[in-house]
C-alpha cells in the first residue's frame, strides 16, 4: 500500500482573516441597515417586474369583431337602446301615477268636508250657497279628472311592461344567436390570454433568474466577507420575487413542483458544501481543525495519536504522512506546520 507523500517542509496553513467582533450598536445598526436595503431591493424588483407585466393584454373586443355578424351587432344594440328608452318611460309614467294618486287623495278630501259641511247646514235648515256648490263641482271636477289621467296613465304602462317584455325576449334571443358565435372568439382570446402570460413570465425568469443566481454566488463565494450581510439582503429579495413571480403565472400543480424542486436543490447545495468542507477543509475551518487536532495531541487530518512535540524537532503523522512539525524559518525552533504562526517568534 502506498504512502501519502510527505508536504512540503514549510507548507503552512496560510493565515486566515482575523473575524473582531463589532459592539452591539454598530451591529444592530448593520441589521437595520441590511433589512432596509433588502426591501428595498425587494421593491425595485417588484417595479421592474411590473413594468415587464404591462405587456399589452389581448382585446375580447378585437377578437369578437371579425366572428360576429354586423346586423346582428347592430341589432342588438338597437334593441339595448330602445329598451332602455321604455324602462326610462315606465318610470316616467311610475313618477305621474304616483302624483296623480296624491291628486286624487287631496280632491277626495275636499269633496268629503264639503259634503260634511252641507250635511251640517241641511241639519240646521241653512241654505246652501251658491259659491260653496260651485266649490264642490270644481272638487269633483278635479277628482275625476285626475281620476281620468290616473287610468291613461296605468293602461299606458301596462302597455310599455308589454312592449319591454317583448323586447326582453327578442334580445335573449339574439344573444343566444350572438353567444353561439362569441364562443370560437372567446377560446381563441383564452389561447391568446393564456400565451401572453406564459410569455410575460418568461421575460420575468429572465430578468430574476440571473440576478438571484449572481446574488446566490456572492453569497456563496463571500460567505465570509466584509459586505456578507448586503449581499444576503439582495439574495432574500431576490428569492421573495422568484417565488412570487412562479406562484403568480404558473398553475397550483406546476407550482407545487417548482417549489420542491427548488428546495431540494438548496438542500443539495448546502449538503455538497458542507460534504465538500468535511472532506476538504479550508479557512477557519480548517484552522480549528488543525487547532483541536494539535490540543488533543493528534494527527489533523487522521486523529492518528502524536507521541511527540515541538522539544522533539521536525516531525510527520506515521499513519497519513501529514508534516505535523518542522524549523521556523525565523529563528530556527520547532513549529507547528499546520498552524499560521510560530509560538516562539510569531512569524506566519
Known amino acids: 500500500m502506498s504512502q501519502a507523500s510527505p508536504v512540503a517542509p514549510h507548507s503552512v496553513v496560510p493565515e486566515p482573516a482575523r473575524e473582531r467582533r463589532a459592539p452591539f450598536l454598530l451591529r444592530a445598526l448593520i441589521l437595520v441597515l441590511s433589512l432596509a436595503a433588502g ?16 405587456i ?21 344594440g338597437e334593441q339595448q337602446r330602445t329598451l332602455a328608452a321604455v324602462v326610462r318611460d315606465i318610470g ?49 271636477q278635479r277628482f275625476l279628472s285626475s281620476q281620468d289621467q290616473l287610468d291613461e296613465s296605468i293602461e299606458l304602462t301596462a302597455s310599455l311592461e308589454q312592449r319591454r317584455h317583448e323586447l326582453t ?18 377560446a ?5 390570454l393564456k400565451s401572453r402570460e406564459y410569455r410575460v413570465a ?14 446566490a454566488w456572492l453569497v456563496a463565494r463571500r460567505r465570509r466577507g466584509l459586505y456578507r450581510p448586503l449581499f444576503l439582503s439582495f439574495l432574500l429579495a431576490a428569492t421573495w420575487q422568484l417565488g412570487a413571480v412562479i406562484h403568480q403565472h404558473f398553475p397550483a400543480e406546476f407550482f407545487k413542483y417548482l417549489a420542491l424542486g427548488a428546495g431540494l436543490a438548496v438542500v443539495v447545495a448546502f449538503l455538497v458544501a458542507l460534504l465538500r468542507s468535511a472532506a476538504r477543509p479550508s479557512g477557519a475551518v480548517l484552522l480549528k481543525r488543525n487547532r483541536e ?8 487530518s487522521c486523529a492518528f495519536p502524536i507521541r511527540t512535540g515541538t522539544e ?18 525565523s529563528c530556527g525552533a520547532t513549529r507547528h506546520s499546520q498552524l499560521p504562526h510560530c509560538e516562539a517568534c510569531g512569524a506566519s
Open 56 to 76: 399589452d393584454r389581448p382585446n375580447l373586443a378585437s377578437f369578437e369583431h371579425g366572428a360576429l355578424e354586423p346586423a346582428l351587432v347592430a341589432a342588438e
Open 39 to 54: 426591501l428595498l431591493a425587494l421593491w425595485l424588483l417588484g417595479f421592474v417586474l411590473d413594468d415587464i407585466g404591462d
Open 293 to 300: 487536532g494539535y490540543r488533543r495531541w493528534e494527527c489533523p
Open 188 to 192: 381563441e382570446y383564452q389561447r391568446a
Open 169 to 186: 325576449a327578442s334580445m335573449a334571443d339574439l344573444l343566444q344567436r350572438l353567444d353561439v358565435q362569441r364562443e370560437p372568439a372567446r
Open 202 to 215: 418568461a421575460f420575468k425568469l429572465a430578468f430574476l433568474l440571473p440576478v438571484f443566481l449572481a446574488a
Open 92 to 140: 316616467r309614467q311610475h313618477e305621474i301615477q304616483a302624483g296623480l294618486r296624491a291628486s286624487i287623495d287631496n280632491a277626495r278630501g275636499t269633496l268629503e268636508q264639503m259634503l260634511e259641511v252641507r250635511r251640517l247646514a241641511l241639519e240646521k235648515g241653512g241654505d246652501w250657497q251658491e259659491a260653496e256648490g260651485a266649490a264642490l263641482a270644481t272638487a269633483q
Open 312 to 329: 522533539a524537532g521536525p516531525a510527520t503523522c506515521a499513519a497519513c504522512g501529514l508534516q505535523l512539525y518542522h524549523e521556523c524559518a
